[in-house]
């Protein structure tokens, strides 16, 4: 088959390797779309920690069942399916806490290799965070299941107070577009829209926020107008940039949250008021990943047809033409795109 391997920074390679076999628990599955997501481009521009070279690239995915693995009986050959990228391993102790987002084996259990005519799907994501895909679910709303099982376990995390105000920093981007439809299912009465693309603030009041604004814009005093005087009572970080943290920490009111939720650079540092951290009450929240609870609420939303893929989804490929996407995203010309590693069209069964 057919698989695309991360070479070096800046460099990817389309090689030809043997079909993966499956393990006990283990599925099979012919890739019918893979995502590009912002971890690919980071991986792609610097590398990556996880990542020995060639490594296999590419982690969310939908596709059909080919092979099936000696143990399971909830898959068989011809089933279209869904899979996170990971599942908790459920003994340590991150995970005997309750928070598996943060499973100390988490690093073991990553599935790389999507962007690949054939993929494996490991058994612990099998039997945790794997779903079939219904008939009416077109094949590339379904591959956005882990990004939004991130997001879905963000606004869980940030415990939004009912009809609470929002800011999203960065809510241009893929992230930033699925946190909008994601708090205005869970009751934010105003949803303001930080970002810098003039277009894909216009596309976000179409998704849910109530104002956009750009960057420049968005100072203290615009949005304690925007939010009865007070100013947010959450603020989302989806940049991972050191000054969008800070100016979230400076935007959120008095009592309010700021949710980490953007990951900067390793080694990055930055500086909040204490101030406001302590006379303001400010609550400072980072979040990580996502949990088996948040990848099935994900799923339901896009069974249900409740978030939207297709208006982030800006370009699409084939695997050699991954490095042009990912260039592309790097210009800040798309945010996210389909790939195609079989040539053909997508589309609902």
């Known amino acids: 088959m057919r698989a695309l391997f991360f070479v070096a920074p800046g460099q990817l390679s389309v090689m030809d390797v043997p079909d993966p076999e499956p393990g006990p628990g283990d599925l099979i599955v012919a890739v019918d779309v893979a995502l590009t997501c912002g971890t690919d481009l980071k991986a792609y521009l610097r590398g990556h920690r996880l990542f020995k070279p060639p490594m296999p690239f590419g982690h969310e995915f939908a596709g059909t069942v080919v092979r099936v693995g000696s143990g399971v009986d909830r898959f068989r050959v011809g089933d279209r399916v869904a899979a996170a990228n990971s599942a908790p391993c459920g003994s340590c102790s991150a995970c005997k806490q309750g928070e598996t987002g943060l499973c100390d084996d988490l690093d073991k259990h990553l599935n790389w290799g999507a962007f690949a005519e054939r993929a494996r799907i490991p058994a612990p994501i099998v039997r945790t965070n794997t779903f079939h895909i219904p008939d009416h679910l077109a094949a590339s ?189 790097a210009r800040r010309e798309i945010v996210k795109a389909a790939v195609y590693p079989c040539g053909h069209a997508d589309g609902a069964a």
């Not at 997001?151 to 992230?175: F, N, P, Q, W």
């Not at 009450?281 to 978030?307: C, I, K, Q, W, Y």
């Open 141 to 329: 709303t379904a591959a956005a299941l882990e990004p939004l099982a991130t997001v879905v376990h963000g606004v869980e995390s940030a415990r939004l107070r009912l009809a609470g105000t929002v800011a999203i920093l960065g809510a241009t981007g893929a992230i930033g577009q699925l946190f909008v439809q994601v708090l205005r299912l869970a009751g934010a009465s105003r949803i303001i829209a930080v970002g810098r693309s003039t277009r894909r603030l216009a596309q976000t009041t179409v998704l849910g926020a109530d104002v956009a604004l750009g960057v420049p814009d968005a100072t203290p005093e615009r949005l304690r107008a925007e939010t009865a005087g007070v100013g947010p009572d959450l603020v989302v970080d989806a940049t991972g940039l050191p000054e969008m943290w800070e100016l979230g920490a400076a935007l959120a009111r008095r009592g309010g949250t700021m949710l980490l939720f953007g990951g900067c650079a390793s080694g990055t540092t930055v500086t909040f008021d204490t101030g406001r951290l302590h006379y303001d009450a400010l609550t400072v929240r980072g979040v990580f990943h996502h949990t088996p609870r948040s990848v099935e609420a994900a799923f339901r939303l896009l069974a249900a047809g409740r978030v939207q893929v297709e208006p982030i989804l800006e370009d699409r490929s084939d695997l050699e033409g991954v490095e042009r996407l990912l260039e592309r995203m």
